[in-house]
């Protein structure tokens, strides 16, 4: 058996399961998600997520903050609020340094990332 959970349309978690005979119990949490939805572009061009690129990320005091992002650039964020976003080693492009992020509220928002292409 598979549990799938969807957040606003978004496939967040996926777990295989065992089914056997017998009395069995099934207790599911969730938690609402958040993050940004990176849209890179290239002047006017959208750029698609490069999955050999890099994210790292702060949060508003400079603490390294663990990036989760899924192969369309997706970035899940542990909670609302302000971050620093460092993109690197997307092909073709020059790395993005310190980048101000926000997310006002829990759910995914829209975000664009400005790219420059190498010389």
Known sequence: ??????VDGRASAV???EARPG????RV?????????LEFRD???RVPFDEGAR???RDAAGAPVPPSWDSHGTLFLPAP???RLDVTGFAGFEDVRDLAVR???TGFEPWRVDLVRRP
Do not use: N
């Open 1 to 6: 058996m598979q549990l799938l959970a969807r």
């Open 15 to 17: 777990r295989e399961l």
């Open 23 to 26: 009395e069995q119990e099934l």
């Open 29 to 37: 949490e969730l938690a609402l998600e958040c993050g940004l939805a």
């Open 43 to 45: 002047g006017a061009a």
């Open 55 to 57: 994210l790292a990320l």
């Open 81 to 83: 609020g302000a971050y």
């Open 103 to 105: 997310l006002e509220r």
